[in-house]
């Protein structure tokens, strides 16, 4: 059996979904989903050991399970409802509790999970970006020039700059607006080196010929090539004036070189940006939970079905 970890609406999860179907694989696919709602049993007797849980109205054994896919989402921690709470107990501390017990069966259950052949774990659904640049730079592989502090860096004018976040991506979602940071382009011009602020991020502009888009999934790697855009970041106008986007095929050294980078990273699936001048490749950064459904439908990659063959295969091979 395959079992997927995945968010409610993820359209990636979703089209993998119907291909499962298509391709008849027995799945199940875990969405959102709390504690309560698994209804897990664990027992340790007679020095064996066995978890189940409920998903659907059927009980699934853990040994049934070969494959598991962590595309996005976690079990759901719940808080203890206000009106059960005796007025005499601090509900903060008493959550805290809560909290713990919880962790202590979502972890067990990722345990058991771990020793299934997974792709992906919860543990590194976010990789730190620093750490991912430095190990990048071990591997060989070209980073753009970057500085990091809580003041302006004695910029070259004869460089530009673009700052952006140290990790992730801002965004704040209301009934009709959707607002989200991006990369942009320092104005050397109006920077005072004397000012100070919260730590953040500077990089060298890399005067590109096209942005890369890669999706891996274990041995199955695609990529787009993004022409420039008319702002920093491409993101900005995809929706007003899309730019250009082609299938490519990676250098083999560079691939060989991200690959090795994954690996260390302990990743088999993941979305990596990199920038190319014309003469050399530029990683940026990878994210293990990165939508990869533009790149599937542009490049004509039909990634969704390839997942889902490669899972079905795993969980023939595993039986």
Known sequence: MILVFAEKDDISAMKTRQWLEFFNAHFIVLENTSLIDLDQKIRFEGG?????????????????????????????????????????????????HFYEEQKALADYFYYQLKQKKCINFQHNYNVNKLITLSKAQEHGIAVPDTLIG???????????????NLQDVFSYSTDSHYVCDSVKEVDTSKANVNDTFFYSLFQK????????????????????????????????????????????QLPTEYKKKLQGLMA??????????????????YFLEVNPVGQFDFVSGIGNYYIERDIALKLKQLDENEQ
């Not at 109205?57 to 059960?84: C, E, H, S, T």
């Not at 260390?264 to 490749?281: A, F, M, V, W």
Request: net charge positive; hydrophobic share 40%; proline share 6%.
């Open 150 to 164: 809580r003041h302006f860096p004695e910029f070259s004018h004869e460089c530009r700059y673009v700052t952006k």
């Open 205 to 248: 502009k890399i005067r590109t010929v096209f942005e890369i888009r890669t999706f891996f999934f274990m041995d199955l790697w695609y990529s787009l090539a993004i022409f420039p855009a008319k702002t920093v970041d491409y993101r900005e106008q995809v929706y007003q004036s899309p730019p250009r986007m082609v299938p490519i």
């Open 48 to 96: 064996t050991q066995n978890l189940s849980f409920v998903h659907k109205g059927m009980r699934v054994y853990m040994n049934q399970i070969n494959v598991v896919w962590n595309r996005r989402g976690m079990i759901k921690m719940m808080a203890i409802p206000p009106d059960l709470i005796n007025q005499q107990v601090s509900a903060s501390s008493l959550n805290r």
């Open 264 to 281: 260390d990273l302990d990743l088999n699936s993941g979305s990596i940006d990199t920038l190319y001048d014309g003469k050399d490749y």
